[in-house]
């Protein structure tokens, strides 16, 4: 069974910083697209960030441009995301996911178990 787990998250003040990680268990993450996505209080999963196998293509949800990085290291099997200049709209579970390339379409149903970011004023 592919397991995705998702690291890093924690509570920070407006315009602070963290960096969350994803790596897998049961799947090869470094052959696959890799998204971020993410589920506030009362709100529908959105996207937040995706990255190609190779990581030279990227793409980022409008709510998170500029502010976001995508990377990863495939020797590491692990897929990161830095957030700079954290907002409160920001709060949200964080999950990752291998994705079909070029969409946002999870390849697998399941989804681990997320890490939260918490950003206060």
């Known amino acids: 069974q592919v397991q995705t787990v998702e690291s890093g998250g924690g509570s920070v003040q407006t315009g602070g910083s963290l960096r969350l990680s994803c790596t897998a268990s049961g799947y090869t993450l470094s052959r696959a697209c890799v998204g971020w996505f993410r589920q506030g209080p009362q709100k529908e999963r959105e996207v937040v960030a995706r990255?190609?196998?190779?990581?030279?293509?990227?793409d980022y949800g409008d709510s998170v441009k500029g502010r976001f990085t995508i990377s990863r290291d495939n020797g590491k099997n692990t897929v990161y995301l830095q957030m700079n200049s954290l907002k409160v709209e920001d709060t949200a579970m964080y999950y990752c996911?291998?994705?079909?390339?070029?969409?946002?379409?999870?390849?697998?149903?399941?989804w681990g178990p997320g890490t939260q970011v918490t950003v206060s004023s």
């Open positions: 996911a291998a994705v079909l390339c070029g969409s946002w379409t999870p390849l697998f149903s399941y």
């Open positions: 990255i190609s196998p190779n990581g030279d293509t990227t």
